[in-house]
T-cell receptor, first 116, second 120 residues
Framework: QKEVEQNSGPLSVPEGAIASLNCTYS??????FFWYRQYSGKSPELIMS????GDKEDGRFTAQLNKASQYVSLLIRDSQPSDSATYLC????????????????FGKGTLLTVNP | GAVVSQHPSWVICKSGTSVKIECRSL??????MFWYRQFPKQSLMLMAT?????????EQGVEKDKFLINHASLTLSTLTVTSAHPEDSSFYIC????????????????FGPGTRLTVT
């Protein structure tokens, strides 16, 4: 069973702090990784995609990927109350052996609360 | 990022009736769209993969005769919940792959705003 695991949380940080969200995945052949943000009652919103080992920065968000450790993380700097949401890690995993059919597999999400 | 719309945003229907939900990719052509369902405080559950011009692929445990999917054009997929029952009440979300975002064997997927279905 190909899986994506996340800290279930909830994670609570004070305003202005760095929030660190972690994710591990089981399929060593995966190449595409995504972070989505989902506010309560809303649909997921893509905030970061990462494909290569290392860091990728976009504003206050930094995604980190380590394929050898099968680990991907999201750092949110200067956390704001508006960042309070569930963060979903998603990995494009190949379906079956070989072939080119990929499907996005989601973790269960980590609920982040940023306290003013 | 790419934009995906859904209509209606919410719907209330009586038990036994059918409801159609539309999903459109507004600024790109999506050969592949996905339909998810999410119950309160639970994870997204993939129901089916919709490919333009071919039959949808349903996930295990999803009744294809109950959840009819049509992907008749590169910008429109529809989900029809037939003979709806209260247990079908849920948040239905579609998603579309942006074919120009391909990297590392995958594509970026963008979600519509969702449709909240209540069956009374």
């Amino acid at each position: 069973q190909k899986e994506v695991e996340q800290n279930s949380g909830p994670l609570s940080v004070p305003e202005g702090a760095i929030a660190s969200l972690n994710c591990t995945y089981s399929d060593r052949g995966s190449q595409s990784f995504f972070w989505y943000r989902q506010y309560s009652g809303k649909s997921p919103e893509l905030i970061m995609s990462i494909y290569s080992n290392g860091d990728k920065e976009d504003g206050r968000f930094t995604a980190q990927l380590n394929k050898a450790s099968q680990y991907v993380s999201l750092l949110i700097r200067d956390s704001q109350p508006s960042d309070s949401a569930t963060y979903l890690c998603a990995v494009n995993m190949r379906q079956g052996s070989g072939g080119s059919n990929y499907k996005l597999t989601f973790g269960k999400g980590t609920l982040l609360t940023v306290n003013p | 990022g790419a934009v995906v719309s859904q209509h209606p945003s919410w719907v209330i229907c009586k038990s036994g009736t059918s409801v159609k939900i539309e999903c459109r990719s507004l600024d790109f052509q999506a050969t592949t769209m996905f339909w998810y369902r999410q119950f309160p405080k639970q994870s997204l559950m993939l129901m089916a993969t919709s490919n333009e011009g071919s039959k949808a692929t349903y996930e295990q445990g999803v009744e294809k005769d109950k959840f009819l999917i049509n992907h008749a054009s590169l910008t429109l997929s529809t989900l029809t919940v037939t003979s709806a029952h209260p247990e079908d009440s849920s948040f239905y979300i579609c998603s579309a792959r942006d074919p120009f975002s391909r990297a590392g064997g995958g594509y970026e997927q963008y979600f519509g705003p969702g449709t909240r279905l209540t069956v009374t």
